[in-house]
């Protein structure tokens, strides 16, 4: 620790022993100011506040770092929370582990980008998780266990909206354990939905055998329980008004 680092701490400590109101003027000014902004803000998580490294983001908000005089010389070179975190501790955090992340961090165009990549990174470098099965895995407690629940909210509470985003036009929104609210009211999913159990899950050849062999069992084997709760009030007798519409239609049948 060279001379100046060493006094930095020192005023530090005076100020919080009350021997001294504030920093000098212009004491963070500069290059070499910013490097002892960094040594103290160092100094004050790791030694001072005693926090190891693997729990700063658990345990350091905006709010104790501002507390113990950072936040002017933050201000001074225009760094908010997770920016001075950032400079301090380069490429060693996410702004997602944290328990809080600086105001307005997700907001704007620029914040929605900064989610659709956070959740990209973590969908594909952190859990590995293969495209193909992004509906059934993407879900609230992913959002939950990888503190991103904030980010969801930006996206109305739809893990859809935000897959959609990230891979726009490869899923639909039916084929998610979350199904967004309205889907089942929408003539176009239903039939998508329906279809694609009919004759890729059950493999029926057409709307004739469907008819006769569809059970109330397959929706919940192959995880339509909202398509039939919602769709067709928990109907059998529903469903099978349904397929005998499509039967008309692919007839010409009015």
Known sequence: MN???????????EIQ?????????????GDQGKQLLITLTRYIIEKHLNIPMEEIPQKITADLLWKNRLKPPAALHGLNFMELIELVYPNQFFPWEFKQVSYGYWMGEEGRERATKTVK?????????????LPQRINTDFFKRN?????????????????EAIYPG?????????????????????KQSMDQLLFHDLKFQNYQEALTKIKKEHFFE??????????????????????????????GVN
Not at 170 to 190: D, E, G, H, R, S
Not at 237 to 251: E, F, G, L
């Open 222 to 251: 192959y995880r339509r329980s909202g398509l039939f709760i919602r769709a067709f009030r928990s109907s059998l007798q529903s469903v099978r008004k349904w397929i005998s519409q499509q039967m008309a239609c692919a007839s």
């Open 147 to 163: 503190r991103l629940i904030s980010i969801m909210d930006m996206f109305g509470s739809s893990p859809y909206q935000v897959v």
């Open 17 to 29: 022993q009350g021997k001294r109101g504030r920093f000098p003027n212009h004491y963070f000014a």
């Open 121 to 133: 990174y973590v969908v594909e470098e952190i859990e590995k998780i293969p495209i193909a099965d």
């Open 170 to 190: 490869l899923f639909q929104p039916w084929q998610f354990a979350n199904v967004p609210l309205n889907c089942w009211k929408n003539a176009t999913f239903i």
């Open 3 to 13: 001379r100046f680092e060493s006094e930095v701490i020192s005023l530090f400590h």
